[in-house]
């Protein structure tokens, strides 16, 4: 059985629909889970969008950083880094 991760290659896809699709990819994603995004430029608005939209949700780390191809890969971080009760917050 071979562990495959959902990877997105935004290089084919017009810009318009790139975020969308990668926010789509990204809510499907279970806590622990992770995918990978290759694109032809630094994504850092994207993680930029994603900090201020869902902080401390989702990690990020560059598997490779151009000059011509950029490779992250985002994880869906675990649930309870927050608080103890069940309202989902980090107070």
Same mark, same amino acid.
């Given at each position: 059985?071979?562990?495959?991760?959902?990877?997105?290659?935004?290089?084919?896809?017009?810009?318009?629909?790139?975020?969308?699709?990668?926010?789509?990819?990204?809510?499907?994603?279970?806590? #622990?889970?992770?995918?990978?995004?290759?694109?032809?430029?630094?994504? /850092?608005?994207?993680?930029?969008? +994603? %900090?201020?939209?869902?902080?401390?949700?989702? #990690?990020?780390?560059?598997?490779?950083?151009?000059?011509?191809?950029? /490779?992250?890969?985002?994880?869906? +971080? %675990?649930?309870?880094?927050?608080?103890?009760?069940?309202?989902?917050?980090?107070?």
């Amino acid at each position: 059985m071979t562990d495959t991760k959902p990877s997105i290659d935004v290089r084919t896809v017009p810009p318009r629909e790139r975020h969308p699709r990668i926010f789509g990819m990204l809510g499907a994603l279970l806590p #622990g889970g992770s995918m990978q995004i290759t694109s032809d430029h630094d994504p /850092r608005p994207l993680h930029y969008q +994603l %900090e201020t939209n869902f902080p401390g949700q989702f #990690g990020w780390d560059y598997l490779e950083e151009g000059p011509e191809v950029w /490779r992250v890969e985002i994880a869906r +971080l %675990e649930d309870g880094a927050g608080c103890e009760c069940c309202c989902g917050s980090d107070h």
